[in-house]
């Protein structure tokens, strides 16, 4: 499974990697993060270390400003894993550049080819209020914030992909909208958030768009708006986009996997149907499906045992299927 980033130059893509990676490497409620390249491990666990360790502007990592970098990570659970994934890292002037540009391409690659699109903004810019409580639009303020975040090109991107997929409320694509330094728009309150979030994105929460979306705030911790050369690091809620990207390929499996089930079923029965003669020389390919069905029906529950140990954390933020709210579950 791939995974793609989107943010532009200091949105925090890089801190919010590391801050995944840390957190996750310890583990939260059996869940770990691991990378298949050991001298990747000591890498990014020196730089966490660094930032965490570290005072002043120097304990914060520089920013990507070369070419694209490809980490390899294992998702696991009990030590035991569930899902690779490969986490694209580029710089985020790459966004801003004309496609002509070679490593431009390369993203643009990547990202039709990625399971899972992840938005990185800052809460930085989302201070204001675009949304009251109400509903009211304050568009010079969209305006002035979606140019800040840069979400035009974002959005040209989910265009893209719309055209190459096509996806459907019956199989949708997942995007997780990941509001970093969260630390900063905090005190507005999540609610307040996430329905300017959803102005800025709005072609992601209409009807039967076929998106299923994840708004999920995350700070490397909540001292660091106020102090950001020597504040606690505290992770909140790093994990839960990961997560949620195992959890939408996990539910493109178990679908995928209940689809064959039916077919084979639906051939079982037609054979089953026929006349003695014919069942007794089809004896042996009857003898076959039926023992498929059961292979089967084994796999798919173990998939939906999988997506059952991650619907618990992703309770905790908002999850849209096109315009309507949804909850995490087993159900495919």
């Not at 499974?1 to 989107?6: A, D, S, V």
Request: aromatic share 10%; proline share 4%; glycine share 6%.
């Amino acid at each position: 499974m791939k995974i793609t980033m989107l943010g532009y130059t200091k949105s925090g893509k890089t801190c919010y990697m590391l801050g995944m990676y840390s957190f996750m490497s310890v583990g939260l409620h059996g869940f770990t993060v691991s990378a298949t390249d050991l001298d990747v491990d000591l890498d990014l666990t020196d730089k966490w270390d660094a930032l965490v360790c570290g005072e002043g502007e120097e304990r914060w990592p520089t920013g990507n400003d070369a070419n694209i970098y490809t980490y390899s990570f294992d998702f696991n659970y009990a030590a035991k894993p569930i899902m690779g994934f490969d986490w694209i890292d580029y710089r985020g002037g790459a966004l801003r550049d004309k496609t002509s540009q070679a490593d431009v391409q390369d993203l643009l690659k990547y990202v039709k080819e990625s399971a899972c699109l992840f938005l990185c903004i800052s809460g930085e810019f989302l201070t204001k209020e675009i949304v009251d409580a109400a509903g009211n639009v304050d568009y010079g303020a969209r305006q002035r914030i979606a140019t800040q975040l840069k979400i035009q090109p974002m959005t040209n991107i989910i265009t893209d992909i719309q055209k190459q997929l096509n996806p459907t409320n019956a199989k949708p694509f997942p995007i997780a909208i990941v509001v970093t330094k969260y630390d900063q728009c905090m005190k507005r309150g999540k609610d307040a958030v996430v329905r300017d979030v959803k102005q800025l994105f709005e072609p992601l929460f209409q009807p039967n768009s076929g998106w299923l979306t994840m708004i999920c705030p995350v700070s490397l911790g909540k001292d660091l708006a106020d102090n950001p050369t020597s504040g606690e690091i505290n992770p909140i809620n790093v994990h839960l986009p990961v997560a949620f990207a195992v959890y939408a390929k996990l539910r493109e499996n178990a679908l995928n996997t209940k689809a064959y089930y039916n077919q084979v079923s639906r051939e079982l029965d037609t054979d089953k149907a026929r006349n003695w003669f014919v069942k007794l020389l089809n004896s042996e390919k009857i003898a076959n499906k039926e023992a498929k069905l059961k292979e089967v029906e084994g796999q798919f529950q173990v998939i939906q045992s999988k997506m059952e140990r991650l619907t618990e954390e992703l309770q905790k933020v908002p999850l849209f299927l096109g315009n309507t709210e949804v909850k995490a579950d087993v159900s495919v």
